[in-house]
């Protein structure tokens, strides 16, 4: 028998100041090692410039779930805000951890950008910026990674994210704040 890797479930939401629900589409990951998307995608658009933005519904508590990883911390997140990583650094490890608290059962929205023009790691929370990174002068994304929803890596028995998931977007270009903040306050 394989293990439960994740299921698509509906999502009612109502939004603030409204009465109607609204019904959507959200990847839920069960509360084990095993429950992870893992894939290969193209980064090559991404070498250069890119911000990953997010809907994460924190189920679990523990050391730090991971909801995504590319490319052995290439980027790295975890919804306790305790590792913020891109290119490996361990800059921001830590540093973010008071500004992620988010309740359980919680949707909240996480975005990451980054450009090699910029220099610049940028960490935000529900629309504002909670950390950012300078990074090395020419250094680019490595392509050919693999993409892991869900956990670190498959079987990794302290990161698995056990939680849902909503709109994992990948952009090919740096994001605004004031774009990030319009996404977040759009809400799901």
Not at 2 to 14: D, E, H, N, Y
Not at 124 to 131: A, C, F, K, M
């Amino acid at each position: 028998m394989f293990p439960f890797v994740f299921a698509v479930i509906s999502v009612l939401v109502v939004l603030p100041g409204s009465s109607v629900a609204v019904s959507y589409t959200a990847l839920k990951f069960a509360d084990d090692a095993y429950s992870l998307i893992s894939y290969n995608p193209d980064m090559t658009r991404l070498a250069d410039t890119f911000s990953i933005c997010l809907w994460v519904k924190k189920q679990r508590s523990g050391n730090s779930p991971s909801p995504f990883n590319y490319r052995n911390e290439e980027i790295f997140m975890t919804d306790s805000g305790h590792f913020n990583r891109l290119f490996g650094s361990t800059a921001l490890d830590g540093a973010l951890t008071s500004k992620f608290t988010v309740p359980m059962n919680t949707w909240y929205n996480y975005c990451s950008t980054w450009s090699l023009a910029s220099r610049t790691f940028r960490v935000y929370l529900n629309g504002q910026q909670v950390g950012t990174q300078t990074t090395p002068s020419g250094r680019r994304l490595s392509t050919g990674g693999t993409l892991v929803l869900g956990n670190y890596v498959a079987g990794h028995s302290s990161l698995y994210f056990g939680g849902q998931m909503f709109n994992f977007n990948l952009f090919s270009r740096e994001l605004t704040a004031t774009e990030v903040a319009s996404m977040s306050e759009s809400g799901l």
